[in-house]
């Protein structure tokens, strides 16, 4: 009889969480250009990220910065030789599941959940472009011998590009949720170096190319979000979006009445 309780409890808990969620939803995308003033990111912001991405690709051209490299791989070999782990795995994402989980539990971040969600989106299809084509076209072997995709670090540009997102949402609650995303990213990188997956480098410039991503998406996601919404004569809020289907891409069409 306990069991069918709290099966129930459960099945109404998450019934009411649906409906809310479909609420805020609902009322998000009907009121989104009121969101979109708060979503800028300013020029000088960017430095640090396009000196660590420069930094990273400078190991391909100056000898002593790919040394630097060879260093950092021999110590890891020296001081822990057996090391291995997947933690990293897991804590690429865990910025990104933090926003998430303070906003389920009602520590609201900068933005609603729409435009969270499609800045984070945004972001992922940036550094995903990027990655992808960066590993294929420089062809760098990573330390184990495994192949040659070692250049950027793809767990490390996953973790810092969360890391960056929860400081964006979150840093004017506290500058601590930003402290602790890029610690978790740190982290991640540290462990990719100690795995042996690959090179100090390839790490400075993974970190680099995550914040560059999120912080991109900032800048260019108020005119994406903009030009698909925008108000009609009479002040009523109307948007296009795409929609899928049975198997059939479309686009949808909404207007606040």
């Not at 609902?26 to 000088?44: E, N, R």
């Not at 978790?184 to 100090?200: E, M, P, V």
Request: net charge positive; proline share 3%; hydrophobic share 40%.
């Amino acid at each position: 009889m306990k069991r069918v309780i709290c099966v129930l409890l459960c099945a109404i808990t998450l019934s009411a969480n649906a409906q809310k969620l479909g609420d805020t939803l609902k009322k998000d995308l009907l009121t989104a250009p009121d969101t979109v003033k708060k979503l800028h990111s300013k020029a000088l912001a960017f430095i640090a990220p396009a000196v660590l991405i420069a930094y990273g690709a400078s190991s391909f051209v100056i000898h002593p910065v790919r040394q630097v490299d060879y260093y950092v791989h021999n110590e890891t070999q020296i001081t822990d030789a057996g090391f291995h782990t997947k933690a990293e795995s897991y804590f690429q994402f865990a910025p990104v599941a933090i926003v998430y989980g303070l906003n389920l539990v009602g520590i609201e971040g900068k933005n609603r959940f729409v435009d969270r969600t499609a800045l984070l989106g945004l972001s992922g299809g940036i550094l995903g472009v990027v990655d992808f084509g960066l590993k294929k076209s420089t062809h760098r072997l990573r330390p184990n011998g495994d192949d040659y995709l070692s250049f950027p670090s793809g767990h490390t540009s996953t973790a810092f590009l969360g890391a960056e997102f929860l400081a964006q949402e979150y840093t004017e609650k506290s500058v601590w949720y930003g402290i602790a995303g890029y610690a978790i990213a740190g982290t991640t990188g540290i462990f990719r170096l100690y795995n042996r997956d690959h090179w100090f480098s390839d790490v400075v410039a993974g970190a680099g190319f995550g914040i560059i991503s999120t912080k991109l998406a900032y800048l260019v996601y108020p005119y994406i979000r903009n030009a698909l919404t925008h108000k009609d004569q009479k002040g009523r809020t109307t948007m296009f979006m795409p929609s899928y289907q049975d198997g059939t891409v479309g686009l949808s069409f909404a207007m606040q009445l």
